[in-house]
């Protein structure tokens, strides 16, 4: 069977099946995942159609997470506008240099603590010590490499990355001259603004290792997990500090681009025929230039939705449906069909984009890892388990962007 005769076939089973979901809101990753499924070659299709329920149902897991794993809020977004106007060119594509280059690292003395480099004299190749530091401490040196610095900060301080308090030991830092069980507190301003396509980068990894070791549990974890993250990826929102309009006083735009026009067009107006995955040979890249399309969008998501929303009548911009016996307040149908069509069908456009995307790069990673054989049977969920991540379940509170 062609693979367009399977995407006709398997485009009409999930509109029916998604008819009567009540997560609504996870509608979006859930299609698009599913629908990345027919785009794969002959060699792999079958091993995810035999999967399919897996791949669609838990490519919402990441944000499941984001409220309970610390550290997986900032995997879905960056905010790019925040390092400046060229930042898809300028910022380190290496997150240990970035986080390096962005945060300040302190050392905690008994009472106090002391700044460790002279934040004024980041470079690209060494570390300036603070005079506090020369001067409290015999450190022989006056600068640190930065390779060494940032490969300590990939090693060993990522492993204990905290978003709210990070601080680690530095005894396997090898600064001569502090004493060992020296603690060092990084302020980490970097992470806070989000690390999606680092973060995509490393989920690839895992994944092509994932198929390496023919871990068929893995691979549909992983596949379904990457999934969610180029899907929001492909979403201008996510690289933007103004992510829900708060900025602007256009709070719930978010949902409406994301949510809204998926849910009442997609099942009879959206076009899912996206044609085949291709190879991507430099993945890294590919998730940049992701991003840095999704950005380019980020003005005509809110400007278009600013206009009309200054000559749309304002009684007959949001109306009032039930969901999950919920009276909730939802932007009405005419007036998201005029948004869409505004933005000239962009929802529509990424969706497929991201459609196509995760379909080449689940064959990437495929092929990468030699391409190896995989069984066909449909694997017991049961046995597919949880990644380390999702196993840190925190008990304290964990504190997300508030914008769906």
């Not at 309009?245 to 681009?257: V, Y």
Request: hydrophobic share 40%; with cysteine.
């Amino acid at each position: 069977m062609n693979r367009r005769l399977l995407l006709i076939i398997g485009t009409s089973l999930l509109l029916f099946s998604f008819a009567t979901v009540d997560d609504w809101g996870f509608y979006g990753h859930k299609l698009i995942n599913r629908m990345a499924v027919y785009t794969c070659p002959e060699d792999l299709i079958e091993f995810y159609k035999r999967n399919i329920s897996y791949i669609s149902d838990h490519a919402v897991d990441p944000d499941k997470r984001r409220y309970a794993v610390n550290g997986e809020a900032i995997k879905h977004y960056i905010d790019l506008d925040n390092w400046g106007k060229d930042a898809i060119n300028t910022l380190d594509r290496d997150l240990f240099k970035a986080i390096t280059f962005h945060s300040n690292f302190y050392v905690i003395d008994e009472k106090d603590t002391v700044l460790l480099f002279d934040t004024l004299h980041y470079a690209q190749n060494e570390l300036v010590f603070t005079n506090e530091i020369l001067s409290k401490y015999l450190i022989l040196k006056s600068q640190f490499q930065t390779k060494e610095f940032s490969n300590w900060m990939k090693n060993y301080a990522w492993r204990e990355h905290d978003p709210l308090q990070w601080i680690v030991v530095m005894d396997s830092l090898k600064i001569s001259g502090l004493p060992n069980g020296t603690r060092l507190w990084i302020q980490d301003l970097f992470t806070t603004h989000g690390i999606l396509p680092y973060n995509l980068d490393f989920a690839y990894r895992r994944l092509v290792n994932a198929f390496r070791a023919k871990d068929h549990s893995m691979i549909l974890k992983l596949s379904a997990d990457i999934g969610h993250y180029i899907g929001d990826a492909h979403v201008p929102l996510h690289t933007t500090k103004n992510y829900n309009g708060q900025l602007t006083n256009q709070n719930g735009i978010h949902a409406f681009w994301e949510s809204r026009i998926p849910e009442l067009l997609a099942e009879k107006e959206f076009d899912f025929l996206v044609g085949a995955a291709e190879y991507i040979p430099n993945t890294n890249d590919y998730f940049w230039k992701i991003i840095g399309q999704s950005h380019a969008y980020v003005d005509s998501v809110l400007s278009i939705e600013k206009r009309i929303s200054e000559i749309y009548p304002k009684d007959e911009q949001y109306c009032f449906e039930t969901r999950l016996g919920v009276l909730t307040k939802l932007p009405c149908e005419t007036y998201t069909r005029l948004y869409n069509e505004m933005l000239d069908q962009q929802v529509e456009r990424r969706m497929q984009a991201s459609i196509l995307a995760i379909g080449s790069i689940w064959t990437s990673a495929w092929v990468d890892a030699g391409q190896p054989i995989l069984e066909t049977n449909q694997i017991d969920e049961e046995s597919i388990v949880q990644s380390q991540d999702s196993l840190h379940v925190q008990k304290r509170e964990i504190k997300v962007r508030d914008h769906e």
